[in-house]
């Protein structure tokens, strides 16, 4: 019930089945901002692969770039990691399926707080260990009820994953909710696998699960949604030694290591806090558009604070998320992501701004006619 | 009993402690070519990532990519696959990987022709697949026995993996015997998972297990050997739709998919067959010098055909290959894979010849030397 892959894949293939149509499909479904990644990182790895950094390699990452990270969390969380703590991954769903597989054996259960990117449920089906939602509501602002984490913990969970800030709601969580979540799973010692590759996204303050100092912490990082460089699959995970050991074991079973290159591009990027700067204010931007436009509109959501995308209650007189796209994308060319993707949330739907401006007024006003059409 | 990793581990991490130390270690536990990538690939790589291929994008590989390289399979094996019988992966291990997870289930068995690469027993391990071990012998010169193939098959096994060329030992099956184990998985509709990452190094004829027409195989290949370009993590299976399609949903689920800019990289590599002339010559020069130096040096081996190892019998007085490699490591700073890394075959080692002659001369100096002060 919770995986909803089918009704996913379904939306996404009639869109793409239109695309190759020839129909203009704007796709407001994915989490790829469309912002050209900074030259200058490019170069940084053109040089490593040309001076010979082409062959296997550490399989937890470059010592030297693993110091890095660790001095970069250390700078940002006022924590004191050593690169022993830091893992580094072909993007953050792996890291986040070796964390699940570094903390759970098949038949074990990890609980998750939903809504929640639906990789996830399917992460942990992969690794046949049991999901177990703690669900929120629209009207709760999508924050964690204490209460429902404790009856969580209390079930024997491995551990708990939180997405903060969280996709597809945006919401950020309060520094005392991140707190209240760490004491209540350190009860049982229970580990928290704090997903926070939105980190750089909100513009308010952002609390991380490392700042507890609550031990039992895996934090998976990206440099995928910071310095839009999704398409060189680059993330790490920072956690205790004997995690980061055995999610290393993995890795390199798997792949071996990041290429190095690619290391060295994400090193030059730390080096440069400006591309964040020009990533994040253009996605607040965009962010911002998109979500006035869809307010005009009569979407009704929790304003986005700390990602790019707005989660809507679907309006009548659709009955669910997949009937509302299903719809919007056939008579309009327009592809969200149904809310039944996020854990069942069949009542809602993700709208990405990832796009540029011009393409997402173009798609407001796609949306715009859909309603009126429908007599909305 | 099969899986080896702690000594593989042990003895590996000898060889780096007493490099952290400062000691002169040769590395001959590696497969990594010692050859420089061509540059023209690495520009190839750099065009494509300053030109904007730094996006998500397809699972399954460019569907340009997958066409060139179901051409590049068809022109090579007189096939006739399509780009849907193609999935490019980060690596053929995962590759394997997804091999097996798309073939079995957990608690099935899947036989492999040992010895083998180690790896594959981690890898069946982390499946929670059997591992039913079809053993061969140095008397029989590495040949599977077409009883023991029967009797694999007879036990209900979901696939046999069948590495060929062969590491460690190098050898190369012939096509008799190549269409024979075909034929036997055909009985029972069995699949074979044909790993054949060292097709380009045979100096004779190569018969891939795609030549035999039998429809149930998977085929790996990876651009790590042929081009050198291990650091790249590109390799790629070949395989019926089906199963290239459950490969592609789990290679999605756990990557979302290659860098396009590293698939530009091999598409390059791809049109520039000399590349392949340079690396396997160089690699034929290394191994014909060290195959002859160790024969010099009394060890007895099948004479490599088809890769750049040597799997040779442990000489007296040692007990079995980690007992040899650890003395070796310890004395002369000389680091080769035990025989128990690929099966349980204790009574070998192999020594890879990756490096370049001034280094293999002086890794055999050594060995000749540490033979002798053993009384050899």
């Excluded at 046949?128 to 404790?150: L, Q």
């Excluded at 607040?284 to 006035?292: E, I, K, N």
Aim: glycine share 8%; charged share 25%; hydrophobic share 40%.
């Amino acid at each position: 019930v919770r995986d909803e892959r089918p009704i996913h894949y379904r939306i996404f293939g009639m869109a793409k089945e239109l695309e190759r149509e020839g129909k203009p499909v704007i796709h407001m479904e994915f989490g790829d901002p469309y912002v050209e990644v900074d030259p200058e990182i490019v170069h940084s790895m053109c040089m490593s692969a040309l001076s010979g950094h082409t062959h296997y390699s550490q399989p937890a990452g470059l010592d030297e770039f693993r110091e890095r990270l660790a001095e970069h969390v250390n700078k940002r969380f006022s924590t004191s990691f050593s690169p022993s703590n830091v893992v580094v991954t072909p993007g953050s769903k792996i890291a986040g399926y070796l964390a699940i597989r570094a903390l759970a054996r098949p038949g074990e259960k990890i609980a998750l707080v939903s809504p929640i990117w639906g990789v996830y449920y399917a992460l942990l089906r992969e690794a046949g260990v049991e999901a177990v939602d703690i669900r929120t509501s629209f009207e709760s602002g999508w924050v964690p009820d204490e209460e429902a984490v404790h009856e969580a913990v209390e079930r024997g969970v491995k551990a708990i994953i939180v997405n903060n800030p969280n996709n597809p709601t945006s919401v950020v969580l309060s520094r005392e909710v991140v707190r209240a979540v760490a004491e209540i799973a350190g009860e049982r010692g229970v580990y928290v696998i704090a997903d926070e590759v939105y980190l750089d996204f909100p513009r308010g303050g952002f609390y991380s699960f490392l700042e507890t100092g609550y031990e039992n912490v895996v934090a998976l990082y990206s440099f995928s949604k910071s310095y839009a460089m999704t398409g060189f699959r680059l993330g790490y995970a920072v956690a205790d030694e004997r995690v980061i050991s055995e999610m290393t074991r993995l890795l390199q079973l798997y792949f071996t290591n990041v290429p190095e290159f690619i290391q060295h591009a994400g090193m030059r990027a730390l080096e440069m806090p400006w591309v964040v700067e020009r990533v994040t204010r253009t996605m607040w931007g965009r962010t911002d558009f998109l979500a006035s436009e869809l307010r005009r509109l009569g979407f009704e959501f929790v304003y986005p604070q700390g990602a790019f995308y707005v989660f809507a209650k679907v309006p009548s007189p659709w009955r669910s998320g997949a009937e509302f796209c299903e719809a919007l994308i056939r008579e309009k060319y327009v592809s969200p992501a149904p809310g039944e993707g996020f854990g069942g949330y069949s009542g809602f739907v993700r709208f990405s701004a990832t796009a540029g401006i011009e393409v997402l007024r173009e798609a407001v006003e796609r949306i715009r006619s859909f309603l009126e059409e429908h007599g909305g």
